[in-house]
């Protein structure tokens, strides 16, 4: 009978789930993978004919070698971490918010608006409050959005939350090309700037400014709101078993609708610290994906809030070190987005290895 | 012993490959000419030992099964049962030892290595996709370069071995119109299919109906009959005996015994399993009328209560209730004639279309399953896993799973760490649960601790109500005698217990009245002492007058 040749005739490869990931063997993969990427960049590096060995030494001295570089990076780790811990807290309930962008922007025009024309004339200690406050609420109304068509209506928050990245970058090119755009910049899109009490301290003379403080406080509540409120916790069991979490009786719709909530708000920080802090005003491309990369730190540090710290710094680092090397040595613009990628490429293929592994099937 | 015969055309050899394995009945008169005269055994596994952390789940065991026998497994809760099968279908690697299938030493690295080597395994849930057909199904597991995928082919395929093995599985049915019972001998037949002549079934019979497992015992002895070998897990000790060839026993990770039916009964089974002489356990649990309690007012009314069942069709059609405090109720009936939803809808996880529902005099129909559980309703599920604990967990975040949003579990939104430590602790320490501690995963646990732990979580909070459905399934003859007496505690403090079980032995043994559902209607009810087994049998089958019962209303 045919059947037996459902038993696979020949040896191959095969991928399966690991029961258990164990924490050494996720170490050492991830350093593996690290070493692997470079060795890989270092390959098409000498292929195009570069010296990989003064590149790579130019990316980190760019990134982490000086105290210059290491402001730079946490420059650009303060996005990147408001914006994963709020993906990382909705994936933790298997909402799978792919909105962060879009929440980002939503943020930033929420903050301006408010700080252009609403309160111009505040002390900058009611002012940055009330922009923080406003981000938040732009950034959870565009959370809460898909939150709610998931919780009423069963839409899938990929979908519209996706979607919905859309709407607010659009919204905000209209609003810096149209109303909001400042007269006096010449056709240049981009609003006025914001008036100076609505700047967010600097760090001495670096461009690292409140809104790092504000990530890492955020991080800190969280991981204390995850793991040790009622809330954190019915977030844990919607996220592992909703059946059992019904059987609890916990209040499951409203809880997606916040948590989503909250997963836009802390992308609407990233936003309001983007404005308030970097540009001081909202300008095209305020952000070049930050969005997009929180899902990448959110996924890489597990979903753990103070995993998301590192996470979002290395991965600023690689951001910093790509544009040092970019400037600094003349290298074709290509190359720097080819490293990063690489890098990002290996170090998640590296986690979907201790999830999975590979075996040899042998025939019978 | 008559059945256990050499497999004669059960070789293994490749060139034996494209022939199925038990075209030919073994004929005990006409041995094979090619066959060896000491016949390999169907698995032998030796040495084989197994450790999770601290937790050693096998140690240096010796196992073997032949071909055409049933070998069935027993022993308590977390003595390593399911590891050592596990290990045999390939889903854990042991660490340390061997196995050999029909003589020849096995690497089985992983599920498919085991069904390339003819070992199938059916667990206890099954995985099976619900909107697809049989066919499909068992196509989803194949590893075929899905070009020549010929679906009619597979079907015809499965139709002949359905028949062939009485299986009565059409291969066009999907899996979602299928009963449980079904479902599993989808999942036979699925082995069948991919060439396993090792069949390897643990607790299989835990979630039948006795009328199903009567069957599948019937369909294990024909397996065995047609030379296949069967390992059969249960804490059933009458299906054991009844059923099996040998029967090993698993205590604390090691083989204590070997030994065959004729040669033991359930008491000295139940002594080598726990090592000791235990009193009650080995007798049946008798239907002793336990003292009566006082029994008060009612906790819970049920009136006129219709629902739907999963399948969108009516479930309940206008059931009344009544438990009181100090009273338990047993439902019996065939599984499927509305139990699960009368607990679902009792519970609050499944709404009401009509009639209502009361507890302790307040109106409750169609309410949360948060405010019914404020009302004090304990629920033990039927299925643990899918509703009632959460497998990713530890254990001290499952058993706070009731309580948490109450002190001394919880000060005003923070989780009271010391409070839920210790309350942990005493769970597993007063309902034995085997563990290396509350950190550890839930999923890690044996299925008849994870059971233990459930039922001592909802039974810690003193509910009014306790809805219990099937609460020793999958548990040991000694944890078994605990959840009993541990619901007759309950039912003395003043608990109404609503049970539900398939076990008539169990219903008899703990309630005060039984009540029959089928087809989502009650056919009757009787008081527990004196009834009859053979009158509520036919009540179950739906046979029986309603209108002539006294009190069809209870
Ligand atoms: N994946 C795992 N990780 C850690 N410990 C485990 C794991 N699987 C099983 N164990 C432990 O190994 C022991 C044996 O478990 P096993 O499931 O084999 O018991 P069992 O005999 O099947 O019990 P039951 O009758 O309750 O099903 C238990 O103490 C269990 O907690
Ligand atoms: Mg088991």
């Known amino acids: 009978m045919s059947s037996r040749s459902a038993i696979s005739p020949s040896r191959r490869l095969r991928i399966e789930r690991v029961p258990s990931p164990s924490r050494s063997a996720t170490a050492v993969v991830s350093a593996l993978s690290f070493v692997l990427a470079l060795l890989c960049g270092g390959i098409i590096l000498f292929l195009a004919g570069e010296n ?34 709020g993906v990382a807290v909705a994936f933790r309930m298997q909402l799978w918010n792919i909105g962060a962008e879009g929440q980002l922007y939503l943020g930033a025009i929420f903050a301006t608006g408010v700080a252009l024309f609403l309160i111009p004339g505040a002390p900058g200690w009611v002012m940055v409050p009330i922009i923080v406050v406003a981000s938040l609420l732009g950034g959870g109304l565009w959370g809460l959005i898909p939150g709610a068509l998931r919780a009423w209506f069963g839409a899938s928050e990929i979908i519209t939350s996706l979607m919905l990245n859309y709407v607010a970058i659009l919204f905000s090119e209209y609003l810096v090309h149209g109303p909001w755009r400042d007269p006096q910049a010449f056709g240049f899109p981009g609003t006025p700037s914001l008036p100076a009490s609505a700047w967010l301290p600097n760090w001495g003379a670096t461009r690292v400014h409140l809104g790092l403080f504000f990530g890492l406080i955020a991080a800190l509540v969280l991981w204390v709101m995850l793991r040790r409120t009622r809330w954190g916790y019915e977030i844990g069991v919607m996220g592992e078993n909703p059946r059992a979490a019904l059987y609890a009786g916990m209040p499951t719709k409203r809880t997606i609708v916040l948590v989503m909530a909250l997963s836009g708000a802390l992308a609407g920080l990233a936003g309001m610290s983007e404005v308030a802090g970097i540009g001081h005003q909202l300008q095209r491309n305020l952000s070049p994906g930050y969005g997009y990369a929180a899902i990448i730190v959110a996924w890489l540090a597990r979903l753990h809030p103070l995993g998301a710290v590192l996470v979002a710094f290395l991965l600023a680092a690689l951001t910093v070190g790509g544009d040092q090397i970019q400037m600094s040595l003349g290298l074709p613009a290509a190359i720097a987005p080819m490293l990063q990628g690489t890098i990002l490429f290996f170090l998640l293929g590296g986690d979907v290895l201790t999830r999975y592994r590979i075996t040899r099937v042998p025939g019978t | 012993m008559e059945h256990i015969r050499a497999p004669n055309s059960l070789e293994l050899g490749p060139g034996m490959k494209d022939r199925h394995p038990i075209t030919h009945h073994p004929s005990p008169i006409t041995p094979p000419s090619h066959h060896p005269v000491t016949p390999s055994p169907a698995v032998a596994m030796r040495g084989i030992s197994k450790r999770f952390g601290s937790v050693v789940a096998n140690d240096r065991v010796d196992f073997e099964a032949s071909w055409g026998e049933v070998h069935a497994l027993v022993g308590e809760n977390g003595a390593g049962k399911s590891t050592l099968m596990s290990i045999l279908a390939g889903l854990y690697r042991p660490d340390s030892g061997e196995v050999e299938i029909d003589g020849a030493p096995a690497r089985l690295r992983s599920p498919r290595d085991a069904i390339a080597r003819g070992i199938g395994m059916v667990y206890q849930h099954f995985m099976l996709v619900e909107p697809f057909t049989v066919t499909e199904n068992v196509v989803l597991g194949e590893q075929r370069s899905g070009v020549d995928l010929e679906l009619g082919r597979v079907e015809r395929e499965l139709a002949g071995l359905s028949e062939k093995y009485g299986l009565g599985i059409d291969p066009r049915a999907r899996i979602w119109q299928l009963s449980v019972g079904e479902q599993q001998r989808v999942e036979i037949l699925r082995l069948l299919y991919l060439g396993a002549r090792i ?13 199903e497992a009567r069957s599948l015992l019937q369909t294990l002895r024909g397996m065995a009959a047609q030379g296949f070998s069967v390992v059969f897990i249960s804490h059933k000790l009458d299906e054991v005996l009844e059923v099996a060839d040998r029967i090993s026993v698993l205590r604390r990770g090691e083989i204590v015994a070997t030994t065959r039916p004729a040669e033991t009964d359930r008491r000295t089974l139940a002594r080598l399993m726990v090592g000791r002489e235990l009193a009650e356990v080995v007798e049946q649990p008798a239907s002793e009328p336990h003292e009566p309690v006082a029994q008060g007012d009612a906790v819970l009314e049920v009136r006129g209560l219709y629902a739907l069942g999963e399948k969108g069709l009516p479930a309940l059609r206008g059931i009344d209730l009544d438990v009181r405090t100090g009273e338990t109720l047993g439902i019996a009936g065939v599984a499927g004639n509305g139990q699960r939803e009368l607990a679902e809808t009792v519970t609050g996880l499944r709404s009401v279309t009509d009639g209502s529902l009361r507890i ?8 949360p399953a948060a405010e019914i559980a404020r009302a004090g309703v304990a629920h033990i599920p039927e299925d643990r896993l899918a509703t009632g604990l959460i497998g990713g967990m530890d254990l001290s975040e499952n058993a706070i799973l009731r309580g948490y949003a109450r002190p001394p579990l919880c000060s005003g939104p923070f989780l ?3 409070a839920v430590a210790s309350f942990t602790d005493r769970l597993i320490a007063d309902h034995d649960v085997k563990t290396p501690g509350r950190w550890a995963k839930l999923r890690t646990l044996s299925g008849g601790n994870q059971q233990k732990l459930l039922l001592g979580r909802e039974l810690a909070g003193e509910p009014r109500l306790i809805v219990a459905v099937h609460p020793t399934r999958g548990v040991d003859v000694g944890a078994t005698e605990a959840i009993h007496q541990a619901l007759r505690d309950q039912r003395a403090r003043g608990a109404a217990i609503l049970l539900i079980s398939e076990d008539l032995d169990e219903l008899l043994a703990l309630s005060d009245r039984i009540v029959v559902l089928f087809d ?8 527990a002492s004196g009834a009859d087994p053979e009158e509520i049998g036919l009540l179950m089958a739906g046979i029986g007058n309603r209108e002539s019962e006294v009190g069809t209303r209870v």
């Open chain 2, 416 to 418: 009271a760490s010391k």
């Open chain 1, 52 to 85: 990989p060995i003064q590149i790579y030494g130019s990316m980190f001295s760019g990134a982490l070698g000086d105290w210059n570089g290491v402001a730079e990076t946490l420059v650009k780790t303060t996005p990147l971490l408001l914006a994963g811990l």
């Open chain 2, 360 to 367: 302790d005099g307040k109106e409750l129909t169609n309410r």
């Open chain 2, 199 to 211: 069949l390897v079934f643990d607790e299989p019979t835990a979630v039948l109906t006795p009328q």
């Open chain 2, 520 to 527: 989502g209607r009650v056919m009757g009810a009787m008081p």
